[in-house]
């Protein structure tokens, strides 16, 4: 139980243009998702916290112009990376909150390249 | 704010015991997680801790001293798939994880 899938695992863009990553709950309802961020051999940076049918908390310095979160159902958040740029190159991490629990299930991420 | 410290390289060979140390200090606390993370993936849930003492789940154990803001992963009878990062993590009171930069363990034959 308590899976989370995230799909593209992986997507190639040109600058300028939009890309949206799914992730899902498949076997539980998450009151709350999480978005990190993960550069090259550094750690996972939280982005931000969607709430079902809330606005997203984003974290100091993350742009919430450029990254749009919806967290439309309890099972689906979406995060789209406007007008992506090569800066914005790194893996996506979604994570998944049940309930009360404290644990975070994590998908699998999406490696992002910008070109 | 939250500041997660943890050494940033390990190497251990095959069949022996390492201990990763992570010291904390943030605004709230609600448990402190391990994952291990392979290059490339995802976190994977390791352990648990929210109350002090060592809990013990085959090969790893973990141990936690809220006192001293202070945790340790222990692997043990190392394998070369342990080869990995492992994270220490604090949730808050907010249900944040905050992350310590990761410890890179590299088991040789």
């Known amino acids: 139980g308590a899976v989370v899938s995230q799909h593209p695992s992986w997507v190639i863009c040109k600058s300028g243009t939009s890309v949206k990553i799914e992730c899902r709950s498949l076997d539980f309802q998450a009151t709350t998702m999480f978005w990190y961020r993960q550069f090259p051999k550094q750690s996972l940076m939280l982005m931000a916290t969607s709430n079902e049918g809330s606005k997203a908390t984003y974290e100091q310095g993350v742009e919430k112009d450029k990254f749009l979160i919806n967290h439309a159902s309890l099972t689906l958040s979406t995060l789209t990376v406007t007008s992506a740029h090569p800066e914005d190159s790194s893996f996506y991490i979604c994570?998944?909150?049940?309930?009360?629990?404290?644990?975070?299930?994590f998908g699998p991420g999406t490696r992002l390249t910008v070109t | 704010g939250q500041n997660i410290d943890q050494p940033t390289e390990m190497t251990a060979t095959e069949g022996a015991i390492v201990q990763i140390n992570c010291t904390y200090q943030?605004?709230?606390?609600?448990?402190l997680f391990w994952y291990q993370q392979h290059a490339g993936e995802a976190p994977t849930f390791l352990s648990y801790?929210?109350?002090?003492g060592l809990e013990e789940k085959g090969r790893f154990s973990s141990f936690l001293s809220r006192s001293k803001g202070y945790s340790y992963l222990l692997l043990k009878e190392l394998q070369m798939k342990d080869s990995a990062s492992y994270l220490c993590?604090?949730?808050?009171?907010?249900?944040?994880?905050?992350f310590g930069a990761g410890t890179t363990v590299t088991v040789r034959a």
């Open positions: 993590a604090v949730i808050s009171n907010d249900y944040k994880l905050s």
């Open positions: 994570s998944a909150r049940a309930g009360v629990d404290y644990e975070q299930y």
């Open positions: 943030t605004s709230g606390f609600n448990g």
């Open positions: 801790n929210v109350l002090d």
